[in-house]
C-alpha cells in the first residue's frame, strides 16, 4: 500500500493542484489531500470551506481523500503510514522554498521522501493569490479553477462587494 | 496610433521608473502611466498625491499621460485601446512575477501583449521600498529619485519623525 | 515606420521563434528575422537551408522578412533603420543571459532597445537543440516544429543515418 | 585592526548564523554582530532578549561582539569604523536581495565593502522564521540552534501556549 | 509492481547519484539505473566500464538494476514498463533544464511521469565533471564517490599521467 | 599578514576583474592574482602573454602580485599561505557555479575560505567571453577593457583576419 501526502492550504483548489492530483492518483495507492490548519492565518475560504469544495472537487477519483492536520506536516505522514510528501514544482522561486522545507523535514524524519512532480505547463502561471485577486477584480476564472470553486468564488465576492454599501 | 500602458503603484515613482518610462517615451506615439488604484492597499503616499508627483515627475514628456486605473489591467488596457502592457525587468525575482502575470493577463485577453524592457544597470538595486526605507532612516535619497519626489519624501518623514513627540 | 530585428541562428526554427514572430508581426510595421551569419560556427543546417526554411515557414506574414547579418547586431540594427531587437524570453536562464546582451548592445549603441516578449507557455520547454536531438533520435517532432522543417529534419537524419553504413 | 559588522535581526540566532560567525571570527580581528534595531517591527523574542541569547551564544569567540544599530547600516559600519559588512548567501533568493542590498550601500558609502561568505551547506535550508514555525509546531529544534536558545524558544512557545487555556 | 527509471551518462556514478538510487530503491518495486548510450559522447570512461562500475557500485542493492538504452528515454521508459522516469535536482540551474527534460518527455509520451527527489544536503555541490576534474589534478576525491570509483579514477589518470613522458 | 588569492583564467582581464582586484587591494595586505594553468584549454591570449598584459593592467597596486597555478587552487592557496579565497559574483548563474566550487574546495582544504564581493554594476554584462566576441567583429571594446588589453586584442584580431588571406 503505497500512501502519499499531498499538503497545502487550497484556499481555493486551483486546476493546477487538481492536476498534480490527477498525476499523483495514477502513482500512488491512496492520495491524501491534506489541508494545512492554522488558526493564526485566515484564508478567504473557512477551513471548512475548503475542505467541502475541495471534496466536491476530487470526488472522480476514488483513491483520492481529503484530510486536514495540525501541527508539523511529517509527524502527520507518519501517523497516517504514508511514506511520501509530494510537491509540485512550478518556478524557480517554488524549487527554493520546496527545497528548503524538503530538506528540513528530511531533518525531521529521515523516513518520509519529498517527491516533486510538475504540473501540466499551461498551469505554470496558476496560483491561488492570483485567481482570487482576478475574481476579486471581476475577472473570467473559468478556466484556472473547477465550476464549483468559480461558483464558491463569485458568491464570495458577491457578498463582500455588497457589503460596503451596506454601511452607509 | 501605437499605445502602451506602464502600470504599477508608484509609491513613490523612482529614477528607474523613468529611465523605463523615457525609454517608452522614444519607442510609442502615446505612454499612459497608469497607477493601479487598489483601495485595500494604503501605501506611504495617498493615491492623489502618487498621482500629482508623477505628474510633476514626467512632465517633460509630451507624449506620456498620468492616469489611473481600477479593476483588472487588461480591461483597462483594452478600454484605452492601448496594444502593449509594458513592464521593466531587473532581476530574475522580478522574471518569475512578471512571467507569471504576463501568461495571466495573455489569458484574460489574447490582444494585449506584454513588452519587456530593462532600466539603465545603475538602477537594477532600485525600488520604491528600498528608497522609502532608505528616507525613513534619514538617508540621501538625492541619486535614486527626482528633486520633486526627494522632497515629498524629507516632507513625508519629517511629519512622521515629529508626530510621536507631540504624543506625550 | 517602426522596424524591428529579431535575430538568431534559427537552426531550424521552432513553433517557438514562430510565435514571437507573428506576435512581432502585430507589434511592428516590420519585421527583420535576421539569421547570424557566423562562419566558425557550423550547425546541422547550412546558412542557406536556414534562410530557405525560414522563408517558406514565415511565407504568410507579409511584413516579415528574413534576412542575415555578420558582424555586431547593432551595426546591422542601425545599417537597416531598426530602433528595435526583439528577443522572446522563456526561462531564468535565458533572462540572465538576455540582460547581458542587451545592456552589453546598449552599451555599444544606446539608440537601439531591446524589447522582450513571452512566447507562448507551451513552447517554454522548447529549443531548436533539444528539437534535433529528438529528432535525431527517431522521435515525432510534428508538435515542435513547421512541417516544411519537420519534413528537412527527417531527411537530414535519414541522410546521416544511412551515411556510416556506406562507409565499409 | 580589522573590523567586520555582521547586522541582522537574529530572532533568534541559528546554528547557520553562528556558522557564518566563527568564519568571520577567523577571518577578522574584530567581529561586531550588529542586531537592528527597528521599532516598527516587533519579533518572538524582544530586542533585549536577542541582545542576551546572542551573547551567550557567541561567548566562546573572544574578538566577536554583540552590539546594535539604529538608522542606515552604512552610517553604522561608518561609526564603528568598520572596512567590512558581512553577509552570508544561502540560496538564490538570497542573492538578488543581498546584491540588491550591497549595491544600495555602496550608492550610500563607497568606502565600506560588503563580503559574502557560505554558510555549511547543512545550513542551506535553516532560517529563523523556520525554526520558529517547527518551535511552534512543537517540534525538535535542537540540531537547528544552539542549546540556549532551544530552551528559550521552547520556554516562549511553552507561555503562548498556555496563555489561551488561561482566558476563559 | 511499479518500476522507475533513473537515467543518467554516470561518467563516473558519484555519492550524489548513488544517494538518488538509494531513495529510489526504497520507494519502487524495482530501480533501473539506465546508462545513455551516445555514440558522439565519448567520456572519461568507456561505455563497458561505466556498466561495470555503477554496478559494483550498487550490488547491495537487489531490487536495482543497472541497465542501458539508446534512442528516446520515453521509447526505453515503455518498453521496460516504467510507469516513472526519476532525477535528482539539487540547484536552480538543474531545475530549469530537467522542468524542460520532463515537459517535452510528456509531449513525448504523456504515460510516463517525470518524479524529482534532493539528494543529501551535502552532495548539493557534486557533478561528475567536478570530481573528474579533482582527481585529474590528483586531488583525494574518497568523500565524492564510492571506493570502487576512486580507484578506477585513480588508475585512469595515472595512466594518463604517464603517457606524456613515454612520448619522447 | 593577510593574503588572498584571486584565481582566474584572465583571457583577457576587463574592467570587471580590475575593479575586484582594487577592491581587494584595499581589503588585504597582499592579493596574488594566480592565472590557472590549464594545458588542455587553450585561450585567445597565449599562457605568457596573459600573465604580462595582467602585469601591466594591474602594475599601479602595489601590494597586487600577478601569479600562475597548476593543479588544485586549495593546495595553490595553501602554498602561499593565503587564508582567503576571492571571487566576483555578478549574477545568479555565476552564483550557483561558485558556490558549487567553494563548497567543494571547503571540503578539500577547510582551512581557506571562499570570500564573494561583487564588481560594480556597470561590470555586471562584461564577460572575456563577451569582450572578445565584440572585438572579432570589429566593435569598440574601449570601455570594456583597460588600454593595454584593447590595444593586445585589436592586434590579435588584426593578425587572424589578416592570416586566411595569406593562406592561398
Do not use: W
Not at 495514477?26 to 469544495?53: M, P, S
Not at 505554470?124 to 471581476?138: F, H
Request: charged letters at 25%.
Amino acid at each position: 500500500m503505497r500512501r502519499a501526502v499531498y499538503p497545502g492550504s487550497f484556499d481555493p483548489v486551483t486546476n493546477g493542484h487538481l492536476d498534480v492530483i490527477e498525476r499523483a492518483a495514477r502513482q500512488y495507492d491512496e492520495v491524501l489531500v491534506a489541508i494545512a490548519h492554522n488558526e493564526a492565518k485566515t484564508g478567504l475560504f473557512t477551513f471548512e470551506e475548503r475542505v467541502a469544495l475541495l471534496r466536491e472537487a476530487v470526488q472522480q477519483h476514488p483513491n483520492v481523500q481529503v484530510t486536514q492536520f495540525q501541527g508539523l506536516l511529517v509527524d502527520y505522514a507518519r501517523s497516517v503510514q504514508a511514506q511520501v510528501i509530494l510537491r509540485g514544482l512550478r518556478a524557480v522561486s517554488d524549487f527554493e522554498y520546496e527545497f528548503q522545507m524538503a530538506l528540513m523535514n528530511r531533518k525531521l524524519d529521515s523516513d518520509v521522501e519529498t517527491m516533486f512532480l510538475m504540473p501540466k505547463e499551461e498551469y505554470t502561471y496558476l496560483s491561488s493569490r492570483l485567481v482570487k485577486e482576478i475574481a476579486r477584480l471581476g475577472g473570467d476564472i473559468g478556466a484556472f479553477v473547477p465550476d464549483c470553486i468559480a461558483r464558491a468564488l463569485r458568491a464570495k465576492f458577491a457578498a463582500t462587494d455588497s457589503a460596503p454599501s451596506r454601511k452607509p
